[in-house]
């Protein structure tokens, strides 16, 4: 194994690693010592001492001082922002700022704020807002009125504003189309030559640079595309590298997502190995120090450039998608996450991953993005020349701190510049102010009277050990829902790593074929033979089924019975057989791929979501003190989610106690008997659960029209739900329900 595929491989095994461990190893690699800490803390003190005595640290240092995500008024802009992008029409977008801008004490803001600028805007918005509230009766007809003239002025006046702001800050978001691709590549060539005339330097350092995201160039920038990602965006790189070079410019691949990380570095390796690139020290990559794998990631980067003989230059940052990160870990039920839990760890992890830099210096070029003080300070502490890097800053953003920074020390500063339409920056935009809008934000603190230029400046390393490296505030996706049950198993499905594993545990199911029918309590007649294909692939025989008969379904209803185990128990077994689905995954994933014609995302998350249903409807059941059971429940189930809603309807049946006949979608009997099989195996009755696969005519009409059956679930068409409707009418107990759900309604 060669050294690059040793250093992915530590990447990869970093991805979800806890942060203690990853933190630790960081302080093994990279030591700090207390004397430099202490250092670092002083020269930080004295920069935001400085930065204040100038009085002026910049507007949106001064907007978020007053309208940071601590207050509603705060949010209620944020919200407002981001969301104007999205809205169709005029209408629309009044009822919008009715909706945020009426209920906030903009009040409570005005004149507060050092910036005439952001006063005024507050003086707009509470008039607003007053307007909005006016009174009843005749009032409220001029409220009418009033909001017709008043709502189209704090539309244009709010749009206005995010263009002024938006003018401080091109980055091009992710494309969705071919052509939104086509025409993002074409206005970065376009920017590469505009920027030419420029670059009079023979040191790349003096020249401009431009920063490109891979996923505004490629509609389908993700894992699962890889084969189609390396053929088609490879070159596309490789062109707009060729046409930096060809000028002496600099190109920086910019972040993304962590789910793009490893395919990031494929992109990246296959487009810097090429030979018309030799002797250009311009390429650069971003690593985002909140992520666990920044140091391997860094240590692949400078052993690519050795392997190479080339020089890159890395940009350092914190990250931009923290809060996106940790909430798609969650949902997803990963086993960690892919960036540290808490900002401590980030600083630590950003001072770290500088010192190693600042040691590659012959193959790597380092930039330092930041706005903090703090970590500005330790960079300068840890550096001997000062002309071996870089920092860098968002225009508009950090002026003064590195203002005070390239007097005092002669550093060089870069500036990072969006160039784009009001339309393109706003959603950047918006990022950088929910990154900094928070209330342990540097860029929020340094105004704020309240907060000490110690306290600002507290040593990350400090304050991790005060907290005994415990993670505080962030919920681990595994206890996402806390005691009320445990969170489903999740697979990511960008990690080599657990793609592998899912394809070996499903692999072992790849040529298997089943065969399937009734599950009763008592003897089944046996009824036609069907072979079941793949309908991704017709010549795929997965199996085949029996189908119930007539009698069967005769014989199934003579023999169910209530489930008569008390609510603990029941509850118990239904989480025994959730436990037994996740156990059972990799005939899962086969069946639902190849019965079902499942991409290996909708087999996790049908997964997922019948393991949701058997621990929700568990702890449901336990709070059913008193209750009687219906009865018989017959269970018919769609197509489209086979194991999901198959499993779902059982669940809720059976925590109640009652008996379940279940019908399957007649395309996907195997998925049903697999996890009827699985129930029985937990410890479900046969009399209470019976599996009935078969034509609708057949067995979906004996199921709903027996008088025998106390009620009725059913997913699918409205036009069958009718029919059992009208059914149930005729032979069915008056109170029995019927709960349907048609057309995802």
């Given at each position: 194994m060669s050294k690059l595929d040793q250093l992915r491989g530590s990447m990869r095994h970093a991805h979800l690693a806890a942060d203690a461990t990853i933190l630790d190893q960081l302080r093994r690699d990279a030591y700090i010592s207390k004397t430099d800490r202490a250092q670092t803390h002083l020269r930080a003190v004295g920069l935001v001492n400085a930065i204040r005595a100038t009085g002026n640290p910049g507007l949106m240092e001064v907007f978020l001082a007053e309208y940071g995500l601590s207050t509603d008024e705060g949010v209620a802009l944020m919200c407002l922002a981001e969301a104007l992008l999205r809205v169709p029409d005029a209408q629309t977008m009044d009822e919008l700022i009715d909706d945020k801008i009426t209920p906030s004490a903009w009040n409570e803001h005005l004149g507060k704020s050092s910036s005439s600028l952001v006063n005024a805007s507050t003086w707009a918005l509470m008039l607003t807002g007053k307007v909005l509230q006016e009174g009843q009766g005749i009032a409220a007809l001029l409220r009418g009125a009033v909001k017709r003239l008043g709502e189209p002025v704090i539309r244009t006046a709010v749009g206005q504003a995010m263009r002024e702001m938006g003018r401080q800050f091109m980055l091009g978001e992710a494309a969705l189309t071919a052509a939104d691709a086509a025409r993002n590549f074409d206005e970065y060539a376009a920017s590469i030559r505009a920027l030419a005339p420029l670059c009079t330097s023979g040191d790349i350092r003096e020249n401009p640079g431009i920063s490109i995201k891979l996923s505004a160039i490629h509609p389908r920038y993700e894992f699962p595309q890889r084969g189609r990602v390396m053929a088609e965006l490879v070159p596309r790189v490789l062109n707009l590298a060729q046409l930096t070079a060809g000028v002496g410019m600099g190109l920086n691949i910019d972040a993304e997502e962590a789910d793009r990380l490893d395919l990031s570095l494929d992109v990246i390796q296959a487009v810097l190995s090429d030979a018309s690139l030799a002797g250009w020290d311009g390429f650069g990559v971003v690593v985002q120090a909140y992520g666990k794998r920044a140091e391997p990631v860094i240590d692949w980067l400078c052993q690519l450039a050795q392997n190479l003989d080339r020089r890159i230059m890395v940009r350092l940052v914190k990250g931009a998608y923290w809060d996106t990160e940790i909430k798609q870990s969650q949902i997803e039920g990963l086993d960690g996450f892919p960036v540290f839990s808490q900002k401590e760890a980030t600083d630590i992890s950003y001072i770290c991953c500088a010192k190693k830099l600042l040691g590659m210096s012959g193959r790597i070029y380092p930039q330092f993005a930041t706005h903090n003080a703090h970590t500005v300070a330790a960079v300068l502490e840890m550096a001997g020349d000062k002309q071996a890097f870089e920092f860098q800053r968002l225009h508009g953003m950090g002026e003064a701190l590195h203002d005070l920074v390239m007097a005092g020390e002669a550093t060089r500063c870069r500036i990072?510049?969006?160039?784009?339409?009001?339309?393109?920056?706003?959603?950047?935009?918006?990022?950088?102010?929910?990154?900094?809008?928070?209330?342990?934000?540097?860029?929020?603190?340094?105004?704020?009277?309240?907060?000490?230029?110690?306290?600002?400046?507290?040593?990350?390393?400090?304050?991790?050990?005060?907290?005994?490296?415990?993670?505080?505030?962030?919920?681990?996706?595994?206890?996402?829902?806390?005691?009320?049950?445990?969170?489903?198993?999740?697979?990511?499905?960008?990690?080599?790593?657990?793609?592998?594993?899912?394809?070996?545990?499903?692999?072992?199911?790849?040529?298997?074929?089943?065969?399937?029918?009734?599950?009763?309590?008592?003897?089944?007649?046996?009824?036609?033979?069907?072979?079941?294909?793949?309908?991704?692939?017709?010549?795929?025989?997965?199996?085949?089924?029996?189908?119930?008969?007539?009698?069967?379904?005769?014989?199934?209803?003579?023999?169910?019975?209530?489930?008569?185990?008390?609510?603990?128990?029941?509850?118990?077994?239904?989480?025994?057989?959730?436990?037994?689905?996740?156990?059972?995954?990799?005939?899962?994933?086969?069946?639902?791929?190849?019965?079902?014609?499942?991409?290996?995302?909708?087999?996790?998350?049908?997964?997922?979501?019948?393991?949701?249903?058997?621990?929700?409807?568990?702890?449901?059941?336990?709070?059913?003190?008193?209750?009687?059971?219906?009865?018989?429940?017959?269970?018919?189930?769609?197509?489209?989610?086979?194991?999901?809603?198959?499993?779902?309807?059982?669940?809720?049946?059976?925590?109640?106690?009652?008996?379940?006949?279940?019908?399957?979608?007649?395309?996907?009997?195997?998925?049903?008997?697999?996890?009827?099989?699985?129930?029985?195996?937990?410890?479900?009755?046969?009399?209470?659960?019976?599996?009935?696969?078969?034509?609708?005519?057949?067995?979906?009409?004996?199921?709903?029209?027996?008088?025998q059956i106390n009620g009725v679930c059913f997913t699918g068409s409205t036009a069958t739900a009718q029919l059992i409707n009208r059914t149930m009418s005729q032979h069915l107990a008056p109170d029995a329900p019927l709960i349907a759900e048609t057309g995802g309604i």
């Open positions: 990072y510049a969006p160039v784009g339409t009001h339309r393109d920056l706003l959603a950047y935009l918006v990022r950088r102010l929910l990154e900094n809008g928070a209330n342990s934000s540097f860029v929020n603190q340094i105004v704020s009277k309240s907060v000490s230029a110690e306290e600002i400046c507290a040593d990350p390393f400090a304050a991790l050990e005060a907290s005994d490296n415990v993670v505080r505030g962030v919920i681990h996706p595994t206890q996402l829902f806390g005691k009320i049950r445990d969170n489903s198993k999740g697979w990511d499905l960008t990690d080599p790593v657990q793609t592998g594993e899912i394809n070996e545990i499903r692999g072992a199911f790849q040529n298997e074929t089943w065969s399937v029918g009734p599950l009763l309590a008592g003897t089944s007649a046996g009824g036609d033979v069907e072979e079941i294909r793949n309908p991704a692939n017709p010549a795929d025989v997965v199996g085949q089924v029996t189908l119930a008969s007539r009698d069967d379904a005769t014989t199934a209803l003579a023999n169910a019975a209530l489930w008569n185990e008390s609510l603990a128990q029941r509850a118990a077994v239904l989480r025994k057989a959730s436990d037994l689905f996740e156990a059972n995954t990799g005939e899962l994933f086969a069946v639902l791929c190849r019965e079902a014609g499942k991409t290996a995302d909708d087999a996790v998350s049908e997964l997922r979501e019948a393991v949701d249903f058997l621990r929700y409807y568990a702890g449901e059941g336990e709070r059913l003190s008193g209750a009687a059971p219906r009865g018989v429940i017959a269970c018919i189930s769609p197509w489209n989610f086979p194991l999901a809603i198959f499993t779902g309807q059982i669940a809720a049946a059976l925590a109640a106690g009652n008996a379940v006949l279940a019908k399957p979608a007649e395309p996907t009997p195997i998925i049903s008997h697999i996890a009827t099989r699985l129930l029985h195996q937990a410890g479900v009755p046969r009399t209470a659960l019976q599996l009935l696969p078969g034509a609708g005519p057949v067995i979906g009409e004996a199921i709903t029209s027996d008088a």
